[in-house]
């Protein structure tokens, strides 16, 4: 297992998420340049959080162009596994991987807090490791994840078993407290929380290893 992590200008979590996959669970973990095109040898994809060029028009509105998200895309309607974190999932929103918007807050703060989630894995792979019901904490750090749909396709994903990630106390406005949507196959994931900071024991809480965990098999 070989993961990729995309890098934009403006990213800053991509060591965070290369410390997580390669120092503590030992996955092999590639960079991977905005401007690359190769793929190969890859079988999961990263988009970290931080502020893909600059966050410039909106957040993720640039970075959708980049030359790897068009081999993204193409890696995740083959099936392949992509993880969007923070500004990974409004990338992933803006490419059309997944429904929905993610916008400013509803008191219009940047947030850095623990939050408290429950889970539900319904179709997504990531989740696998974790329990229908189960109640985790997971660091945020973001001032635009107020994840906003309409409230027919709002439905659709719940009948569908997509909502896979709920608030347990709602910090940004989120609709439906929606933290983590997954597509309908279960191999995109996207979610405003931060697994990659919740794996190492040393930094406090280790409930976001299982999400990493489950590229192990």
Known sequence: MTLGVVVFPGSNCDRDVRWATEGCLGLPTRFLWHEERDLSGLEAIVLPGGFSYGDYLRCGAIARFAPVLEEVKAFAERGGAVLGICNGFQVLTELGLLPGALTRNRHLHFLCEPSRLTVEPGPCRWLRRYSSG????????????????????????????????RYATNPNGSVGDVAGVTNAAGNVLGLMPHPERACDPATGGVDGRRLLESLLG
């Open 134 to 165: 189960e109640t985790i904490t997971l660091p945020i750090a973001h001032g635009e994840g107020r994840y906003q749909v309409d409230p027919d396709q709002l439905k659709m994903l719940e009948d569908q078993g997509s909502i896979v990630l």
